[in-house]
């Protein structure tokens, strides 16, 4: 067979895609609105779309996940999908309530040519202007390029473009932190730090309890939780925006927009897994507030770098196949070449074209040549590219584990989607005490391998 | 009037009244902005289909219809696992542009040659309904390249639900059927249709009949093969169960090949005997008469005495269902029945009139009774009845968790057989495990019960 598997950012060799490692840009779009107070994601599209991505999302978090949807029928698709938007948007705000609707659009409502700003001003002007109606904001998010990374950066984007306002009373300045699609778990870790640096700090979006909510007694028509409208305003007079991601590209990046439109400095960092990114995390926030870093997650830095110490020769070498959203492999790649852990193949479905410089910049000088770094590949061709490469450990989404079971391997589970175990929502991953956790599962899984496998069965490490 | 529901839908959700039959509302497109359960035309075709485990599913679309069904039913196979890949052409911008039939072709030549599937599948999506990709003409094309037939499925996601979903499934087996050899096929033989072998569930049944001394001729679709479909026109009956999924076929079947049908249900105990007599009465043997009554009469000897048990634990508990499609819904009212326990709200996606009319037939007075119902009401249907256990889909499960009720998946992926005898004590047992278990004491909602109680 001719193959080009050492051409890195070309893309898969094939034509087909199988088992592809990664999802549609609208899903992405509706996970960002829900991190927003009081917001409605919608889809302007066919019924399906809307189905199809609740259902994928509900079996991660096991929370509602309630998508609104345009549902559109063939007459629609003939003449328009205008009307049904319209209804759809009366629907939702006579029943929800909401202070927000996200409406994003699909591959359908892209390519009959639904004008969503025209669709929308009209709608605008047909309702009450009492303030009781939902602000809308509109993104567009054919399912036909990018992947679902994509449409959560436009999501933001979408929203802090339409909401941030520099006429609003200027409050004491605040940094605006946009964390990217990590888990309700990083996101009330981000909270925590920020408490603790006694900063006035903006995250959006905020899944921590959307997305990870208690048992009620009520059910709630939109969960509570999420980023405040009024907040997502004020980013405009933020002292400055900390980005996470290393490959997300300019038009996309709500950072780069808040600095061009409001002169707000944006720190782009990697997403802040491991110690390096988690101490340039924390050095950036010293600089910026001009306080050092508190006690507690020194002591957190302190207890994880004595652990490596701990459970440093267990994984020494092991080698690794890493997978996913490209901004969580780059962060994770970096972790690994961190603690003697040997990343043999780092792949993604997504294709920004930056991934191997990303991950060559965030591994400094710690990545081997050898290293395979693919983007825009699906699971057939990983399958394929590890035959050779004999790895021991798997680091992804759960998407990977019919590939770990073939290679009887343990995977260790990170990101989303995490649809064979419980709790994928609350996986810390970020900051040093998310390191220590993603520390101790990587080397246990390592010894419960080892032990399992092992004719005595070991009673100690 | 209840306040969750939207001012469109109040014909679609009715209570039942003693005596007079109301009628619901159905069959109606959904109202936007009301976050229906339902799904698309593709997901109707892409359910149906997808067990058929030697024969290549290609989504001829973008990455998303392709990803979201990975995997995603738990359609056991014996033999082949084809069916558990997932195939996209993956459409991008320059291909909505040029038009995708090239890189279909190309797809299918590659994954043809790649697995050498008995039959490929090309599934139609609601952008290639737009761009007007000419599938017959690829797939034509593709068969006369390869010799594996290749078989257009017209599900555009918007055209229609997922009923017109089930016809256009059908549409496509129909054109593999009549094409195999029928010589060695006895008379008395059925082909199985409407059962997808969720937890082995087909196995079990086909054991069934073959213990009456039935053969089998073609699992449709469960544990599915191509060659099996293409002879099934040789059977002397199709059994079809479900609301409709595979009705269609069958009445294709019984137009073309003069097949005859019988629809049955295997969920309970009940409509599970009555699936054997009704195929054992079909063939007028009384041998076969004889050998049904001992299965049944075999089979529930070894069930009943554990279902007893269960049933003292269930008695007088509240129940609502919310399903794909009504037919299963009577099933389920009359399992609940059977295990003592009260049906206080049954709705489904696709019912029709006449099946919510038999609904209002089957339960109590005051059994709300709703069609293509939403997380909001469906909420407040719990609420409001007390529920004890609640059974639908994945997409219903967080809404009854959330509230601290009690749940039993019974959705297209689930690990549990449900069907046949053995299915209905799993399924005795897996609503047992889910209202017996300890941690409902802990929720917000029974804490709040109990405080009103105190007051």
Same mark, same amino acid.
Request: glycine share 8%.
């Given at each position: 067979? !001719?193959?080009?598997?050492?051409?890195?950012?070309?893309?898969?060799?094939?034509?087909?895609? !199988?088992?592809?490692?990664?999802?549609?840009?609208?899903?992405? &779009?509706?996970?960002?609105?829900?991190?927003?107070?009081?917001?409605?994601?919608?889809?302007?599209?066919s019924q399906g779309c809307a189905t199809y991505m609740r259902r994928y999302i509900i079996s991660h978090f096991n929370e509602p996940m309630d998508i609104a949807s345009s549902s559109l029928g063939e007459k629609n698709a003939i003449f328009g999908g205008g009307p049904n938007l319209k209804e759809g948007l009366k629907n939702v705000t006579a029943k929800f309530y909401p202070q927000l609707i996200g409406i994003a659009t699909t591959c359908l409502t892209e390519t009959i040519g639904d004008d969503l700003p025209m669709i929308l001003h009209e709608y605008k002007s047909s309702t009450a202007d009492d303030g009781s109606q939902p602000l809308l904001v509109p993104v567009s998010t054919p399912s036909y390029s990018g992947t679902h990374m994509e449409g959560f950066h436009a999501a933001v984007r979408a929203v802090i473009n339409a909401l941030a306002d520099k006429t609003t009373d200027i409050k004491a300045g605040g940094i605006n932190i946009l964390p990217g699609f990590v888990s309700p778990a990083d996101i009330r870790h981000l909270k925590e730090i920020a408490l603790d640096c006694t900063i006035k700090a903006t995250i959006l979006p905020d899944i921590s309890e959307t997305l990870d909510g208690p048992a009620l007694a009520e059910s709630e028509l939109i969960p509570h939780g999420g980023t405040p409208i009024a907040d997502i305003k004020e980013m405009a007079h933020a002292t400055a925006t900390l980005?996470?991601?290393?490959?997300? &590209?300019?038009?996309?990046?709500?950072?780069?927009?808040?600095?061009?439109?409001?002169?707000?400095?944006?720190?782009?960092?990697?997403?802040?897994?491991?110690?390096?990114?988690?101490?340039?995390?924390?050095?950036?926030?010293?600089?910026?507030?001009?306080?050092?870093?508190?006690?507690?997650?020194?002591?957190?830095?302190?207890?994880l770098i004595d652990s490596l110490a701990d459970g440093h020769k267990y994984i020494f070498g092991k080698k690794a196949v890493v997978y996913g959203e490209e901004d969580l492999v780059v962060a994770l790649t970096a972790f690994l070449t961190e603690i003697g852990i040997k990343p043999v193949l780092c792949a993604s479905g997504g294709k920004s074209g930056k991934l191997k410089t990303a991950i060559q910049t965030a591994c400094k000088n710690a990545l081997d040549e050898e290293t395979e770094i693919h983007e825009g590949t699906d699971f057939y061709e990983m399958a394929e590219l590890v035959a050779g490469l004999s790895p021991d450990l798997l680091i992804g989404h759960s998407k990977g584990y019919q590939l770990a079971r073939k290679l009887q391997i343990p995977i260790i589970r990170v990101g989303f989607p995490i649809h064979d175990r419980l709790g994928g929502q609350r996986i810390l991953h970020i900051g040093y005490r998310g390191a220590q956790n993603l520390f101790d599962t990587l080397v246990n899984a390592v010894l419960t391998k080892k032990q399992d496998d092992s004719p005595v069965g070991y009673s100690y490490m | 009037m209840n306040s969750a529901i939207l001012e469109e839908r109040q014909e679609q959700v009715i209570r039942k009244a003693e005596g007079t039959a109301v009628k619901v509302s159905c069959d109606k497109d959904s109202a936007a902005g009301a976050i229906s359960q339902r799904a698309c035309v593709f997901c109707g075709s892409r359910v149906v289909l997808y067990p058929i485990a030697d024969a290549l599913h290609l989504v001829h679309g973008p990455i998303g219809c392709a990803v979201y069904t990975w995997?995603?039913?738990?359609? $056991?196979?014996?033999?082949?696992? $084809?069916?558990?890949?997932?195939?996209?052409?993956?459409?991008?911008?320059?291909? *909505?542009?040029?038009?995708?039939?090239?890189?279909?072709?190309?797809?299918?030549?590659?994954?043809?040659?790649?697995?050498?599937?008995?039959?490929?599948?090309?599934? +139609?999506?609601?952008?290639v309904g737009i761009i007007g990709d000419d599938l017959e003409a690829v797939c034509k094309k593709v068969t006369e390249a390869t010799g594996v037939t290749a078989i257009p499925v017209q599900s555009e996601g918007f055209k229609g639900n997922k009923r017109a979903g089930y016809t256009a499934a059908c549409n496509a087996m129909f054109r593999l059927v009549g094409s195999g050899d029928t010589a060695d096929i006895p008379v008395k033989s059925?082909?199985?249709?409407?059962?997808?072998?969720?937890?082995?569930?087909?196995?079990?049944?086909?054991?069934?009949?073959?213990?009456?001394?039935?053969?089998?001729?073609?699992?449709?679709?469960?544990?599915?093969? @191509?060659?099996?479909?293409?002879?099934?026109?040789?059977?002397?009956?199709? @059994?079809?169960?479900?609301?409709?999924?595979?009705?269609?076929?069958?009445?294709?079947?019984?137009?073309?090949?003069?097949?005859? +049908?019988?629809?049955?249900?295997?969920?309970?105990?009940?409509?599970?005997?009555?699936?054997?007599?009704? @195929?054992?009465?079909?063939?007028?043997?009384?041998?076969?008469?004889?050998?049904?009554?001992? *299965?049944?009469?075999?089979?529930?000897?070894?069930?009943?005495?554990?279902?007893?048990?269960?049933?003292?634990?269930?008695?007088?508990?509240?129940?609502?269902?919310?399903?794909?499609?009504?037919?299963?819904?009577?099933?389920? *009212?009359?399992?609940?029945?059977?295990?003592?326990?009260?049906?206080?709200?049954?709705?489904?996606?696709?019912?029709?009139?006449?099946?919510y009319r038999e609904l209002q037939e089957i339960t109590d007075e005051g059994t709300i009774i709703a069609d293509d119902s939403n997380p909001l009401e469906l909420s407040s249907f719990l609420k409001e009845k007390d529920v004890d256990i609640f059974v639908g889909g994945v997409k219903e499960r967080p809404i009854a968790y959330k509230l601290g009720v009690?749940?039993?998946?019974?959705?297209?992926?689930?690990?549990?057989?449900?069907?046949?005898?053995?299915?209905?004590?799993?399924?005795?047992?897996?609503?047992?495990?889910s209202v017996l278990s300890p941690v409902w004491q802990f929720m917000p909602r029974k804490y709040k019960n109990q405080e009103s109680r105190n007051d």
């Open positions: 067979m !001719t193959k080009h598997i050492k051409t890195p950012g070309k893309g898969s060799n094939y034509i087909s895609t !199988t088992n592809a490692c990664k999802l549609c840009k609208p899903m992405g &779009a509706t996970l960002a609105f829900r991190g927003i107070e009081g917001a409605m994601p919608f889809l302007h599209g980005e996470f991601g290393s490959t997300i &590209a300019d038009e996309l990046s709500g950072g780069v927009l808040l600095s061009e439109k409001f002169s707000v400095p944006c720190h782009k960092l990697p997403v802040p897994i491991g110690i390096s990114a988690s101490d340039q995390f924390f050095s950036t926030i010293t600089t910026l507030t001009k306080s050092p870093t508190p006690a507690k997650y020194l002591e957190e830095r302190g207890r | 995997d995603i039913r738990g359609a $056991l196979s014996s033999g082949p696992e $084809l069916h558990r890949l997932s195939f996209s052409t993956d459409i991008q911008e320059k291909d *909505v542009i040029f038009g995708g039939e090239t890189k279909l072709y190309n797809a299918l030549i590659e994954l043809i040659e790649r697995h050498k599937p008995k039959a490929a599948f090309v599934y +139609s999506t609601c952008i059925i082909n199985i249709l409407g059962d997808f072998n969720l937890a082995g569930e087909i196995w079990m049944i086909r054991e069934l009949y073959e213990k009456i001394g039935i053969t089998v001729v073609a699992n449709i679709t469960g544990d599915g093969r @191509v060659d099996d479909i293409r002879r099934c026109h040789g059977a002397s009956l199709n @059994v079809v169960q479900c609301s409709g999924a595979t009705m269609h076929l069958a009445n294709m079947m019984k137009k073309e090949y003069g097949i005859p +049908s019988i629809r049955v249900s295997y969920f309970g105990i009940e409509d599970m005997a009555d699936s054997i007599y009704a @195929v054992a009465d079909f063939f007028q043997d009384k041998e076969m008469k004889r050998k049904a009554r001992e *299965v049944v009469r075999q089979e529930l000897s070894e069930i009943y005495p554990r279902l007893q048990e269960y049933k003292r634990a269930l008695q007088g508990k509240k129940a609502a269902i919310y399903v794909g499609g009504a037919f299963k819904a009577f099933s389920l *009212v009359k399992a609940f029945r059977l295990l003592g326990m009260n049906v206080v709200m049954v709705g489904s996606q696709t019912g029709t009139e006449s099946e009690a749940f039993c998946d019974h959705n297209h992926e689930r690990k549990e057989a449900l069907a046949g005898f053995k299915g209905m004590l799993n399924f005795a047992r897996e609503v047992y495990s």
